[in-house]
């Protein structure tokens, strides 16, 4: 089956296919909740989609099997096949293996917007990656929103980085990324405001900037975005991609005054007391 551009379940297909990738859990669930979408199918849709259950079914673990046989047991048109091989290997307890942050981070960022939406809504059950509640640290907030007004990217993408604690190259792709559902993804994990990300999104990214659809999509999506799925979100970028141990000051110009400081070294008393004698005599002569 070739592939197709328009198709978000083509799209996701081609996607699993390349190499190192391995998002089976993710891509099993994200594949039913687009089939039980339509009330009917072809025949070519239907035998997609049942061949690539089959094929699915066995390479995942039991609770994402659970998940999906409790979506299709509320789909009338429900492929025979596909319950019983869910039932088949629910019952005989058949395992597989979780897929890997990197390759769910590959997935999401190589995805288009549908797709991604559809990844953040199973986020929450499709990974085991331990949810860490972010702190809302209103001045790192603040210098996010400064440095997008100011459309300065690279400022965005340092204080980014320290805000998620993750790598530059990774932040660099959060900030950069013309669809934008990363930076919303952070705006949610961090408390951001509604109003706050709509600023950021307006001016960070002028592909999106430019594009009054692209920015209501994304509002709602931050409308509707469970703050867990982000925050998981967030947990798999900085546990896939940490940030490097290196020393950061609090300011941007910290080292600057820190650099003066040691420069110009503050005089002892004795030689105060020296200089003002000298003036001293002068003065009287």
């Known amino acids: 089956m070739k592939p197709s551009a328009s198709d978000p379940l083509d799209s996701l297909v081609d996607l699993a296919c390349r190499d190192g990738v391995d998002i089976r859990p993710t891509l099993l669930r994200v594949l039913t909740d687009l089939y039980v979408q339509k009330s009917s199918h072809g025949l070519e849709e239907e035998t997609q989609f049942v061949e690539l259950a089959l094929g699915l079914i066995d390479a995942v673990d039991a609770s994402t099997r659970a998940a999906v046989a409790a979506r299709l047991s509320a789909y009338a048109a429900a492929p025979a096949a596909v319950i019983s091989k869910l039932t088949s290997a629910n019952s005989h307890g058949v395992m597989g293996t979780e897929?890997?942050?990197?390759?769910?981070?590959?997935?999401?960022?190589?995805?288009?917007?549908?797709?991604?939406?559809?990844?953040?809504?199973?986020?929450?059950?499709?990974?085991?990656?331990?949810?860490?509640?972010?702190?809302?640290?209103?001045?790192?907030?603040?210098?996010?929103?400064?440095?997008?007004?100011r459309r300065n990217q690279g400022e965005f993408i340092r204080v980014l980085e320290r805000v998620l604690n993750v790598s530059h190259d990774l932040a660099e792709r959060v900030a950069r990324d013309n669809f934008g559902e990363p930076v919303?993804?952070?705006?949610?994990?961090?408390?951001?405001?509604?109003?706050?990300?709509?600023?950021?999104?307006?001016?960070?990214?002028?592909?999106?900037?430019?594009?009054?659809?692209?920015?209501y999509e994304l509002s709602t999506l931050f409308d509707e975005l469970d703050p867990a799925a982000a925050e998981r979100m967030v947990s798999i970028w900085r546990t896939a991609a940490p940030r490097?141990?290196?020393?950061?000051?609090?300011?941007?110009?910290?080292?600057?005054?820190?650099?003066?400081?040691?420069?110009?070294?503050?005089?002892?008393?004795?030689?105060?007391?020296d200089e003002r004698s000298v003036r001293m005599r002068g003065n009287e002569r």
């Open 184 to 215: 919303v993804v952070v705006g949610k994990a961090i408390g951001m405001k509604a109003e706050v990300l709509q600023r950021i999104l307006l001016f960070l990214n002028p592909v999106i900037g430019q594009s009054a659809q692209r920015l």
């Open 99 to 149: 897929s890997e942050g990197s390759d769910l981070i590959e997935l999401f960022f190589s995805a288009h917007p549908e797709e991604r939406r559809l990844i953040l809504v199973n986020l929450d059950v499709a990974t085991e990656a331990t949810r860490r509640t972010m702190p809302a640290d209103s001045e790192l907030i603040r210098r996010l929103e400064s440095a997008a007004l």
């Open 244 to 273: 490097a141990a290196i020393h950061e000051p609090v300011y941007w110009n910290d080292d600057r005054s820190g650099a003066r400081s040691a420069a110009r070294p503050m005089p002892n008393r004795t030689s105060l007391r």
